[in-house]
């Protein structure tokens, strides 16, 4: 079993629709929760950055954390075609540790 | 947020040259950088993780002779690809930790190695 799962999509959707994305991890030591947005060739860019569970939101994007379920979500409101990329989800137990990427999520979002 | 510059984007070799791939902090100090591969729509895969002075620490599985890193300065950490072959054709991406508290990496833009 992979330490972090996440569906690697396709996933379509046309512009304005809500997205939402998902993690799954088997390590209840994780703490630091991210996502990261990758374009084509491309490095990850940080997206969202959450310590423990709860939510967090930024502009059109919120993410959630739910350590007792070990499910972590990104929603995206309003989405563009610009939004098309694919999304990483990454967690690590402490700030010095080794950051861990489940496969990617490719979303395509269709004018 | 901070920048990560990589260089080469993309690099194109022959069987059994090496290939060096440069990481630089451009606005900060980077005591740790790390170094990933990554395959077409498959995740990032960690290789090593290099800290300023001192030898890289390499995950389970790859082979330290074969990609050298050298990070000799707080600003610039170096991939070599020795002997390079055709598996070895992948995207590498590093990454680096500007040491404050909220431990975040940057991402360099990536360099797209193709071994003919």
């Known amino acids: 079993q992979k330490e972090v799962e996440q569906d690697p999509g396709p996933l379509s959707v046309p512009e304005g629709a809500i997205v939402s994305l998902n993690c799954t991890y088997s390590n209840s030591a994780f703490q630091y929760f991210m996502w990261y947005r990758q374009y084509s060739r491309k490095g990850p860019e940080l997206l969202m950055y959450?310590?423990?569970?709860g939510n967090k939101e930024d502009g059109r994007f919120t993410a959630q954390v739910d350590k007792s379920s070990k499910y972590i979500s990104l929603f995206i409101r309003d989405s563009q075609p610009s939004d098309s990329a694919t999304y990483l989800c990454a967690m690590k137990v402490n700030q010095g540790g080794k950051l861990i990427f489940g496969q990617g999520t490719e979303l395509s979002v269709k004018p | 947020g901070a920048v990560v510059s990589q260089h080469p984007s993309r690099v194109i070799c022959k069987s059994g040259t090496s290939v060096k791939i440069e990481c630089r902090s451009l606005?900060?100090?980077?005591?740790?950088m790390f170094w990933y591969r990554q395959f077409p729509k498959q995740s990032l895969m960690l290789m090593a993780t290099s800290n300023e002075g001192s030898k890289a620490t390499y995950e389970q599985g790859v082979e330290k002779d074969k990609f050298l890193i050298n990070h000799a300065s707080l600003t610039l950490s170096t991939l070599t690809v020795t002997s390079a072959h055709p598996e070895d054709s992948s995207f590498y991406i590093c990454?680096?930790?500007?040491?404050?508290?909220?431990?975040?990496?940057?991402f360099g833009e990536g360099s797209r190695l193709t071994v003919l």
């Open positions: 959450t310590y423990s569970s």
């Open positions: 606005d900060f100090q980077a005591t740790t």
């Open positions: 990454s680096a930790t500007d040491g404050k508290n909220t431990g975040e990496l940057f």
